[in-house]
Nanobody, 126 residues
Framework: QVQLVESGGGLVQAGDSLRLSCAASGRTFSDYAMGWFRQGAGKEREFVASISWNSDRTYYSDSVKGRFTISRDNVQNTVYLEMNSLKPEDTAVYYC???????????????????WGQGTQVTVSS
C-alpha cells in the first residue's frame, strides 16, 4: 500500500512563499509520476502541477505557472511544491498524488492518480 504524507502548509500573507513536501512510501517512488492538486472551500479539486518519474517533464496550471515549482528527490522519496508570490486565491487544501502506472507522462486529471495524501492546508491572507 502506498502512503503519501504532505507537510509544509500554513497561514501566510499575500506575496509570501511556502514549500510543501510529500513523503512517499510503499513502492518504488522513482517509477511513478507525481502530482499536486488543491481544493478550495466549496470548489472541485483542481490540478496544480505534475512531474514525470525522472523529472524530465513538468506541467503547471495556468493559475500557478511562473509562481510554483514542482520537483522531486527520488533518493528521499519526496516530491516538493515551491510556492512563491502567494495570492489569497491560492488558499486551499493541497494534496499530493501518485500515478497508478509506471513511467507514464504525468497527467492533469485527478482520476489518473491512484494514491492520495491526506492534504495540507494553505491559507493566504490579503
Amino acid at each position: 500500500q502506498v502512503q503519501l504524507v504532505e507537510s509544509g502548509g500554513g497561514l501566510v500573507q499575500a506575496g509570501d512563499s511556502l514549500r510543501l513536501s510529500c513523503a512517499a512510501s510503499g513502492r518504488t517512488f522513482s517509477d511513478y509520476a507525481m502530482g499536486w492538486f488543491r481544493q478550495g472551500a466549496g470548489k472541485e479539486r483542481e490540478f496544480v502541477a505534475s512531474i514525470s518519474w525522472n523529472s524530465d517533464r513538468t506541467y503547471y496550471s495556468d493559475s500557478v505557472k511562473g509562481r510554483f515549482t514542482i520537483s522531486r528527490d527520488n533518493v528521499q522519496n519526496t516530491v516538493y511544491l515551491e510556492m512563491n508570490s502567494l495570492k489569497p486565491e491560492d488558499t486551499a487544501v493541497y494534496y499530493c498524488a501518485a500515478d497508478a502506472f509506471v513511467r507514464r507522462v504525468p497527467d492533469i486529471i485527478p482520476r489518473e492518480y491512484a494514491y492520495w495524501g491526506q492534504g495540507t492546508q494553505v491559507t493566504v491572507s490579503s
